[in-house]
């Protein structure tokens, strides 16, 4: 357990410093995920290693939105005068997301027609 909190912790401390050296363009703690991803893909890290520590994180995971939900109630004055732009743009991102899906899926979907085709 420890060396999975070393190890995610070195990861989301290297996204924070690679963050900072790119003036804050991308969260440091999605760099971090990044990286550890990659890690993990490459078998640079083994992910035994990191399984349990992960586990229990994921497994506690309401924690994480406690200091999120009191932030939203202490910003809901700011929310409300905006709500009408934050419907707006969940609406269109939404929008896009599913068209961009849908995309990328019809094309996966072709690929695999044409390898089943020629076998």
């Known amino acids: 357990m ?6 995610i912790l070195l990861f989301y401390f290297l996204g924070e410093f690679v963050s900072i050296l790119i003036n804050g363009f991308i ?3 999605v760099i971090g995920m990044i990286l550890l991803f990659l890690s ?19 497994k506690n995971m309401a924690l994480f939105f406690v200091p999120v939900a ?3 109630m202490a910003y809901a004055g700011l929310l409300t005068e905006s709500l009408m732009a934050i419907v707006f743009a969940i609406g269109i991102s939404t929008i896009l997301t599913i068209i961009t899906v849908a995309l990328i ?5 072709k690929q695999r027609n044409k390898v089943d085709i020629k076998k």
């Open 2 to 7: 420890i060396k999975g909190s070393f190890f």
């Open 27 to 29: 969260p440091g703690s």
């Open 40 to 58: 993990l893909f490459f078998k640079i890290i083994n992910p035994e290693s990191v399984k349990n520590t992960a586990t229990v994180i994921t």
């Open 70 to 72: 009191v932030g939203l």
């Open 105 to 109: 899926q019809e094309r996966f979907e």
